[in-house]
Each structure stands twice: as C-alpha cells, then as structure tokens.
C-alpha cells in the first residue's frame, strides 16, 4: 500500500494554472511524485463561524473514521487466518483498489448531496461510519466468541498426552467397565520410564490386575498405558506411580460426554463455516463503506480549510500526490519554494517549534499550503489521538488573518484570535 499528499493551493489566474504549476514542479520536471487533481464539487460554504467550528469537527471526525476504516480491514485480515495474503484483495472501495479509488475521487453526489449544508453532509458521513463501527462490534463478538469455543474444544485434542482429552484415543474394549470392585485407570509413562513401567506396575499396589496393561498411543515424549485395579487400591497406587513418574489421568470412560463433546465440536465448526462466508461480504462491503466516507472527510477538511485560508470567493486547487519515498524530503522542500509567500511564519513553526506547557507543537504539521496525509498502510494499526484538534488552529493564526476571527457571544463584535506568546496562549477577550 501507499501514501498520498491531499493538498490545496489558492488559484492564480485559473485553477488549472495552479495545478499545472505543481504538476510541473513535483512531476514533470523532477518525478519527486505522482500527481493527479482531486476534484471537490462546489460545496455550501456557509458562515465563517460555523466553518471555524466544523473545521475542529472534522479533524475527530477524520481520526473516527480513519480508525474504523483500519479496525475493519484488521478484522477481516483475522477473520481471512490462513488467507492474509488475499486480505488486500479484498480491501477494495467501490470495486476498484484503494490507489484508483483516490487517484480517481468522484464526489458522491447521491450519499453526500451537496445540496446539503457542511454540518449537515459530516453527520451523515458520522452517522453512518457509527452504525459501521456499532454493527462491526457485534458481529465480532459473536464470531470471536463461537471461535473462541471451537479452539478451546480443539486445544482439548491437542497437546501432549499428559493434557491433551483422550476421548479420540481410547476405546471401549480398553476399559473393565461396570465393575462394581475394578477399576480401569489410564497412565501417561515417559517413553524412558517405559521398561520400569513393565517391571514395577504389577507391584505399586496391592491388588493390581496382571498383565492388564497395554499401550494405547503414544506422543514424542509419552505413552499412554491401561491398567485394570481394585477400587480400594487405586488412591496407593496414584500416589506410588506419582512417585516414579507415572502421571494417572482423570478419565472416565462415558459414551454419552464423548458423544456429546464429538457432536458440540462439529455444531461449532459447522457454524464456523456458516458465519464466514457472509461476514467475509459484510466486511468487504463496509470496509468500502468506511473508506469511502474517510475520503469524502477528507474533501470536507481540504474544502473548509482552503476556504479559511485562501477566502472568499472559493477559488482554490485540490492536488494529491503520491510521493517517492526516497525524495519526500525533496519534494517538501519543492513545495515550500512554490507556496511559502502564502505564509512567511510558516516557516518558522516548521524549523522552531514552541514549547508550551501541556503541549507538543512540534508534532504538528503545518505548512503554508492546506496540508493532509492519506495513509493507506491499513494493517498497521496506530492509536490514533484527536486530543490536539486545538492546536492545529494554533498553527493557523498568520494562515487566515482575514478569516481566522473570534466572534465575542456577549458584544456581537469580532475580536483578534488568540495569539502564540512565549508563555502561552494570550486570548485578547479575557
């Protein structure tokens, strides 16, 4: 998998001369990336201060849906076991890869009308990534239970002969069976103990049958022996084959437990079986689900952002680019030569970060153009915080000097945003 650079710059004379300006810089000319247009339709822009708002709401609306995308493709990688390798195959969106999917992004008009308000539009992406998100938890729990059972049943019939459930060994002919004095016990006897066995079992205790002992299986290490006793004998003789290294299981011969153990193990794997197939199809079906909508956040964050930059009228270029791995570094450095004059401070909150009590700055990306990352490397699954949403519009203060406003609820009058200062953040209406 990949990952892609979803930026924005503001429109020159046109917009196609923005795109090809960048096409030129980053693809043309030095091959630093792949680049394509991302086509965002004309969306409702609204007041100012809602799209402040909104512009917070999208950035926990995209951490949600990022990690509901990543927690339905890692569970379909778990669900698949042995098939891992034909995971990606199936993470697909709208019937095609994740690469063509993005590289060729079409708004969905009849699931996102843009008609609709921007609020309006993210709470129907958020409603619908939660029903995911509600309906994936249910359905793993019910599938993680089911085959938390069949592996625990089939961890029974496994193992070495000294855990191990030794109903799939023994037969019926291999026990003395309603006996009201003997007794039929099974022992587990190291394969080097084996010739001590023969010589000592006749003699652990009083009233051990002759020659009743046999061997019915064997592991690496053990094997499985019978041996017929009188009930009054059998706690001497545990204690004395302890002694030796002879460990007597605890098994009774019951028909009717086996054959219900048999029949619970093939009910189980039968379910199994049955649950797989549409699971497998509702994870197919909403991971696209959930990708998609990830994506169309993604348009909401580049749209709401460039308009608080760049102003009124809208008049921006959406751009991804799918960059090199060897020469991001190049390629970051192309694009601040291109853009920096949008934002001469944007230089400094890259190469000196502030250091505030409380916060991290310096992890935070911002640069003088509308900047997101599509990560599609999605089984690799990272914690993913939403709690420095704030900071991010911290990092905008020079970036919308004419749109970026504090609107005082009291006087209904504008104010300046809060300013960064060496000690902190100083809000000018406290």
């Given at each position: 998998m990949?990952?892609?650079?979803?930026?924005?710059?503001?429109?020159?004379?046109?917009?196609?001369?923005?795109?090809?300006?960048?096409?030129?810089?980053?693809?043309?000319?030095?091959?630093?990336?792949?680049?394509?247009?991302?086509?965002?339709?004309?969306?409702?822009v609204g007041t100012l201060d809602v799209l402040v708002g909104l512009s917070d709401e999208l950035a926990k609306l995209d951490a949600f849906v990022e990690g509901v995308v990543k927690k339905v493709a890692q569970y379909m990688a778990d669900v698949l076991e042995d098939s891992k390798d034909k995971v990606q195959e199936n993470l697909l969106a709208n019937g095609v890869d994740l690469v063509t999917y993005i590289t060729r992004f079409q708004w969905d008009m009849a699931k996102y009308p843009i008609?609709?308000?921007?609020?309006?539009?993210?709470?129907?992406?958020?409603?619908?990534?939660?029903?995911?998100?509600?309906?994936l938890k249910s359905r793993a729990s019910a599938y993680?239970?089911?085959?938390?059972?069949?592996?625990?049943?089939?961890?029974?019939?496994?193992?070495?002969?000294?855990?191990?459930?030794?109903?799939?060994?023994?037969?019926?002919?291999?026990?003395?069976?309603?006996?009201?004095?003997?007794?039929?016990?099974?022992?587990v006897v190291p394969k080097l103990n084996h010739n001590d066995?023969?010589?000592?079992?006749?003699?652990?205790?009083?009233?051990?049958?002759?020659?009743?002992?046999?061997?019915?299986?064997?592991?690496?290490?053990?094997?499985?022996?019978?041996?017929t006793l009188f009930r009054k004998a059998v706690d001497d003789f545990r204690h004395k084959a302890r002694e030796n290294k002879f460990i007597v299981r605890d098994f009774q011969y019951n028909e009717e437990e086996?054959?219900?153990?048999?029949?619970?193990?093939?009910?189980?794997?039968?379910?199994?079986?049955?649950?797989?197939?549409?699971?497998?199809?509702?994870?197919?079906?909403?991971?696209?689900?959930?990708?998609?909508?990830?994506?169309?956040?993604?348009?909401?964050?580049?749209?709401?952002?460039?308009?608080?930059?760049?102003?009124?009228?809208?008049?921006?270029?959406?751009?991804?680019?799918?960059?090199?791995?060897?020469?991001?570094?190049?390629?970051?450095?192309?694009?601040?030569?291109?853009?920096?004059?949008?934002?001469s401070s944007a230089a400094a909150i890259i190469d000196a970060p502030m250091d505030i009590p409380g916060l991290n700055l310096?992890?935070?990306?911002?640069?003088?153009?509308?900047?997101?990352?599509?990560?599609?490397?999605?089984?690799?699954?990272?914690?993913h915080s939403i709690g420095s949403s704030w900071i991010s519009q911290l990092s905008y203060l020079s970036a919308r000097p004419a749109f970026y406003i504090y609107m005082d609820q009291e006087k209904q009058k504008a104010l300046p945003w809060p300013k960064l200062t060496s000690v902190g953040v100083h809000c000018p209406c406290k």
């Open positions: 990949t990952e892609f650079w979803l930026i924005s710059a503001p429109g020159e004379k046109t917009c196609q001369q923005t795109w090809e300006k960048l096409h030129a810089a980053t693809t043309k000319n030095n091959n630093l990336a792949v680049s394509s247009k991302f086509n965002i339709p004309d969306l409702k008609k609709q308000s921007l609020k309006n539009i993210s709470e129907i992406i958020a409603k619908g990534v939660t029903q995911i998100d509600n309906d993680n239970n089911l085959k938390g059972n069949l592996q625990n049943l089939e961890r029974k019939n496994a193992g070495s002969l000294l855990t191990r459930s030794l109903a799939e060994i023994v037969k019926k002919d291999d026990f003395v069976l309603d006996s009201e004095y003997l007794v039929t016990l099974l022992v066995w023969i010589k000592q079992y006749e003699t652990l205790a009083e009233m051990v049958v002759p020659r009743s002992s046999n061997v019915l299986s064997e592991d690496q290490d053990s094997y499985l022996c019978n041996v086996m054959k219900a153990d048999k029949e619970e193990m093939n009910r189980l794997s039968t379910d199994k079986k049955k649950q797989f197939g549409p699971l497998v199809r509702w994870l197919k079906v909403n991971f696209s689900e959930a990708f998609i909508a990830w994506i169309h956040v993604k348009a909401l964050r580049v749209f709401v952002e460039s308009v608080l930059r760049y102003g009124l009228p809208v008049n921006f270029q959406a751009m991804l680019l799918q960059p090199n791995k060897k020469t991001m570094k190049k390629l970051r450095e192309v694009l601040h030569e291109l853009y920096k004059h949008l934002d310096s992890q935070q990306e911002y640069y003088p153009y509308v900047y997101y990352k599509i990560d599609c490397n999605l089984l690799e699954f990272k914690p």
